[in-house]
């Protein structure tokens, strides 16, 4: 507690991106906002309107959801995921709830994914199920 600051605690967290295939990036509904959508425009060079067709979908009319195209390991994942090497392409431009997630020490698709992996004895699989 040199100068009465208080040491940031560093924070272990129960998760390995670099070990899981992006599951988080296959979910189905990323929900984005404006701010996220004119980021990503920004980053593009484009502008909102082109940005917001080109990337997200409406859904109910109000919300916008990152668009997905097919995918190599699951049946589908968010346009922006490089599928071989499993990162994100825009990560300097990534939305904020990509930011934020897991938003905890845990991540659920990691112990899911690790769980299966200590079943089947095998450290390279993936569930797809
Ligand atoms: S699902 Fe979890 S462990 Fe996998 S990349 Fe996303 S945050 Fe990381
Ligand atoms: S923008 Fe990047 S981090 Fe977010 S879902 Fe798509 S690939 Fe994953």
């Known amino acids: 507690m040199k100068n009465g600051k208080a ?18 990036c296959t979910y189905d509904e990323i929900e984005v906002t404006r701010r996220d ?7 593009f060079g484009l502008d909102f309107e082109t940005a917001e067709v080109r990337f997200t979908k409406m859904k109910q009319g109000t919300v916008h959801l990152l668009r997905h195209r097919k995918d190599k390991v699951f ?16 990560y300097e431009a990534r939305p904020g709830v990509c ?10 698709y990691y112990d899911f994914l690790t769980f299966e992996r200590e ?3 095998d450290e390279e699989m993936v569930a797809v199920t």
């Open 7 to 24: 040491f940031p605690i560093p924070v272990r967290v129960k998760y390995a991106c670099e070990k899981c295939p992006a599951w988080c």
């Open 37 to 43: 959508v004119e980021r990503l425009a920004r980053h």
């Open 75 to 90: 049946d589908s994942a968010c346009m922006f995921l490089d599928q071989d090497k499993r990162r994100c392409t825009v």
């Open 99 to 108: 930011r934020k997630y897991p938003d905890s020490t845990r991540c659920g």
């Open 119 to 121: 079943q089947q004895g």
